[in-house]
């Protein structure tokens, strides 16, 4: 194994090869499905920042530098979390976009004091409930999020855990700014967020050559329709 490619060292790991090769069942892996649509994501119209504002930011930033937090829309933190993850973010001294699930009009019930003043230019905040080649910090709050973690941290070593150990439901383990701090500098500063910089835009492209004709995602999505259609009698 330690002369295998990452791309072979995937396909070992991969759903895929367990169902085949282990179990002796049929199995088809397809996606990753968002790939496969390249018109660009459009943004809830509740997002208090516009498409246009958040690129132009962006593009007053280096390549590398912003770190984009984001738990999606069905994990819900207490107010004393989302202060913890703030102060770790200002803790870390890097660059941010921030998409969290609270109103402008609750901002002071969460937010440390004067933060979002002390992050201008250095931090966005973007307030919505909603979406690489990056490496990440693993924050697991429930079911199979724990099984990606030891995918991403331990086998592919794109990513650095964050010290979340329980399933609480949507809530998820708490989480101390310290280890927030820590894990975004850890990404973001030195040889290994270099080096798992790195492996992550690998993994990128070989996502986005399984999506395309003669892929293995296409491939298989065409023998999942040959199958389905041997049985339509």
């Known amino acids: ?7 072979n060292l995937i396909s070992f790991r991969s759903p895929k090869y367990h169902f085949r090769n282990v179990l002796g069942r049929k199995a088809w892996h397809i996606g990753p499905l968002f790939l496969i649509n390249k018109d660009k994501a459009q943004r809830r119209k509740d997002a208090s920042i516009d498409e246009n504002e958040c690129l132009k930011w962006l593009d007053t930033k280096k390549p590398n530098s912003i770190v984009y937090v984001c738990f999606g829309s069905i994990a819900n933190f207490p107010d004393s979390q989302l202060r913890d993850i703030a102060i770790g973010l200002e ?19 969460w937010l440390p004091e004067g ?6 230019g250095k931090g966005l905040i973007i307030r919505e409930a909603v ?12 079911a199979e999020q724990f099984y990606n973690e030891k995918l991403v941290t331990e086998i592919l070593k794109i990513g650095v855990p964050i010290s979340a150990k329980k399933w609480l439901r949507l809530i998820g ?13 850890k990404i973001m500063v030195g040889e290994e967020a270099e080096e798992m910089r790195n492996k992550a835009k690998v993994l990128s492209q070989l996502a986005k050559s ?10 298989d999505l065409d023998a999942l329709i040959v199958e389905l259609a041997s049985h339509k009698h």
């Not at 399984?210 to 491939?219: C, F, H, P, R, T």
Request: a negative charge; hydrophobic letters at 40%.
């Open 131 to 142: 979406t690489a080649g990056v490496p990440m910090v693993i924050w697991p709050i429930a």
């Open 210 to 219: 399984a999506v395309e004709k003669g892929g293995s995602s296409y491939s």
């Open 115 to 120: 933060f979002e003043k002390r992050m201008e």
């Open 91 to 109: 803790a870390s001294g890097q660059h941010f976009i921030w998409v969290v699930k609270k109103s402008k009009e609750d901002e002071d019930e």
């Open 173 to 185: 383990d708490t989480v101390k700014w310290e280890a927030v701090e820590k894990g975004v500098k």
């Open 1 to 7: 194994m330690r002369d295998a490619t990452m791309e």
